[in-house]
């Protein structure tokens, strides 16, 4: 479905999801075009779900803020969340980005209760950093990584975990990308019954 925005062309896609149950790291190098198609064969728009370690060195990192602090990305095991839409538009893709995070936001709310904040695009619980997240574009798309602490062993700062929500890992993740792609649908069906003014 595609749209006039702002004088330009905007194609509102509802993406394809996937969780995969295969334990794989994060390095920072998966956030790249097409990583989800050559891993999962998923092709076009697309949000995936895994489970995994994370280790994202300084060369790696996308947030040029972090990268002149010298900081980095280390836990023994997070969820991670990819998303890829072939829009290479970076304001699309922070927009995209904060949907997910408020998703997320929206389901840990139910069991954690005013435990959770959000500062940005960053999710705190109970004064510990729960969530790392970035958004950026490539040559054909916009990309975002979110990642969620399972545990909070091997990050270097003071973290919140699924594990301190009593919360099962995979149900979580799959509920959250339903709601991402149900959000993305409902966008993409408010285009369709308004009429343009003048």
């Known amino acids: 479905m595609v749209v006039e925005d702002w004088g330009r062309t905007l194609a509102l896609v509802v993406p394809q999801t996937h969780f995969d149950g295969t334990e794989r790291p994060y390095t920072g190098a998966e956030l790249r075009p097409h990583w989800i198609y050559e891993t999962f064969g998923i092709q076009g728009d697309a949000a995936v779900a895994f ?3 994370a ?6 990192m996308v947030d040029m803020a972090d990268r002149r602090d010298g900081l980095f990305i280390a836990a023994d095991l997070m969820l991670h969340f990819l998303v890829e839409s072939f829009d290479p538009s970076l304001d699309r893709a922070v927009l995209l980005q904060k949907l997910l995070v408020l998703l997320a936001v929206e389901e840990l709310t139910q069991t954690v209760g005013n435990r959770l904040t959000r500062k940005g695009d960053d999710i705190f619980l109970g004064g510990g950093k729960l969530t790392v997240s970035i ?8 990309l975002i990584h979110l990642g969620i602490n399972v545990t909070n ?3 270097p700062v003071k973290t919140g975990a699924l594990c ?3 919360l ?5 993740a799959e509920k959250v990308l339903r709601q991402f792609a149900m959000e993305m649908a409902s966008m993409a069906k408010a285009t369709t019954k308004v009429r343009g003014v003048r």
């Open 51 to 53: 489970i995994g370690p």
């Open 55 to 60: 280790e994202v060195k300084i060369q790696s």
């Open 153 to 155: 062993e091997g990050t």
């Open 168 to 172: 099962e890992t995979q149900p979580f």
């Open 135 to 142: 958004a950026t574009v490539s040559t054909v798309s916009c």
């Open 164 to 166: 301190d929500c009593g």
